[in-house]
């Protein structure tokens, strides 16, 4: 069974920083490509970003510029360094290992 745990998250204004990362119990990329999704209150989880063992990247429109997926295989860990933080990035950041296993999640709350 793989295990996933998230960290680096917390409450920041808009505008500021937060870095996500997310700790396999295996190869982060044992299943080819890992993803962050996200859920806010009363809403669908939705993706937000992943990434191939070769390295190829995508976002979701809405944090493209912003944030920026990037993985450490020697470390089993996967990041999400979120700048330009708004209130609408607030969310539990979830990680996946192929859409197969999940973590926990970490909550990112963005406000004054």
């Known amino acids: 069974q793989v295990q996933l745990v998230e960290s680096g998250g917390g409450l920041v204004q808009p505008g500021g920083s937060l870095r996500l990362s997310c700790v396999a119990s295996v190869s982060i990329f044992s299943r080819y490509f890992a993803s962050w999704y996200r859920q806010a209150p009363g809403k669908q989880r939705e993706w937000v970003a992943h990434?191939?063992?070769?390295?190829?990247?995508a976002y979701a429109d809405s944090v493209k510029g912003r944030f920026t997926i990037s993985g450490d295989n020697a470390k089993n860990t996967m990041y999400l360094q979120m700048n330009s933080l708004k209130p609408e990035d607030t969310a539990v950041y979830y990680c996946?290992?192929?859409?197969?296993?999940w973590g926990k999640g970490t909550q990112v709350t963005v406000s004054l």
């Open positions: 996946s290992q192929g859409n197969t296993y």
């Open positions: 990434i191939f063992s070769t390295g190829t990247t």
